[in-house]
């Protein structure tokens, strides 16, 4: 019995620790997809604010999915704050792309409920709400180097995302960047 709704302020603590139980360990990379920059409670708190596009997975009262993305307007002030540090020149090309626009930075599900449709829900979502704000192109942003996010790319490609570019961040890891047209 699952519920998708947007992220609240009081979501923060379960989300960080959803997040933190899919950090990549480099000696042992996840088969299953994984996150490489993991924020802390008050940084996902702030981009729960700054968003409307931060949506989650409930079951019962547990967080078992997310997906936080933002538009170009809160992209930019979230840069614009230092809040997107890690991911500097990846942003910075995000943000020379025409507007309006929705960048996905992380979504992230339960280990034990990949699989279940939870994330292709949770995109759902985040596309009917593109739809009702008249945004038709989303980017993101997928590891490439030095490990490949097999897994998200496999599930981006099947909603159509197609790879436009490679940028290496300043701390040398390289990401491929995706695009997608909602029709």
Known sequence: NMNIRKAGIKDSKQIKNL?????????????KGFLIYVLDEEEYK????????FFIAQEKK??????????DKSLKSLFN?????????????ILEQNNPFIFGDQIGIRSNNEGNGIGKRLMEKLFAEMEKNHINTMYIAISHKPVSNKISMDFCKSFG????????????HVWGIYRLELK
């Open 161 to 172: 995302f197609k790879k436009i570019s490679e940028i290496k961040n300043d701390d040398n």
């Open 62 to 71: 547990e967080i078992i999915g997310f997906v936080m993305a933002y538009d």
């Open 81 to 93: 704050e230092n809040q997107m540090k890690h991911e500097d020149n990846l942003v910075k090309f």
């Open 46 to 53: 702030k981009h729960i604010q700054e968003s409307k596009y």
């Open 19 to 31: 997040a933190e139980s899919l950090r990549l360990n480099s000696q042992t990379p996840k088969e």
